[in-house]
């Protein structure tokens, strides 16, 4: 029997604050995570931070070390609609999680449903697998 049912949709932005670009990071479509592995990190925060240490690990290992890393991270649980689990302007860098404590960077979910609202949410621009398929890997140096 399935107790819950979760979903999500992630996009990580990278600032180089030096050159002024910008990196958008979706972790299947850069071939850091298998759909699998993105499932499974789908509304659970410490596979979420583990990523992040990633994307760290990697930003650094290219030289860069005056950035910030931003995600939209969007989950629904049981058919609710999908909410934000963490702040898009929160600087994800300076996040830290422990399984035994509150983090306060993880949004609460909100509690109070309308009727009828278990219904599937349907993923609007940049998070439809559409707008995914023309994603391209940077090239080079950015």
């Known amino acids: 029997m399935k107790l819950r049912d979760k979903s999500a949709a992630l996009l990580f932005t990278v600032h180089n604050l030096d050159t002024g670009r910008t990196l958008h990071i979706h972790p299947v479509r850069n071939n ?24 760290k690990r990697k930003m650094r290992s290219r030289g860069l070390r005056n950035y910030t890393i931003n995600a939209q991270y969007f989950v629904s649980v049981n058919g609710r609609a999908h909410q934000e689990m963490v702040d898009p302007k929160l600087d994800l860098r300076t996040i830290r999680y422990s399984p035994f404590t509150h983090s306060d960077w993880i949004k609460p979910l909100a509690k109070n ?8 949410f349907r ?3 940049p ?8 994603f391209k890997k940077p090239d080079g140096d950015w």
């Not at 449903?113 to 278990?118: F, I, R, T």
């Open 127 to 134: 998070f439809s697998k559409k707008s995914f398929k023309s």
């Open 113 to 120: 449903l309308p009727p009828g609202e278990y219904k599937r």
């Open 32 to 55: 850091h995570l298998s759909e699998r592995q993105f499932d499974s990190m789908s509304g659970r925060p410490d596979m979420f931070y583990q990523y992040v240490q990633l994307l």
């Open 123 to 125: 993923l609007l621009p």
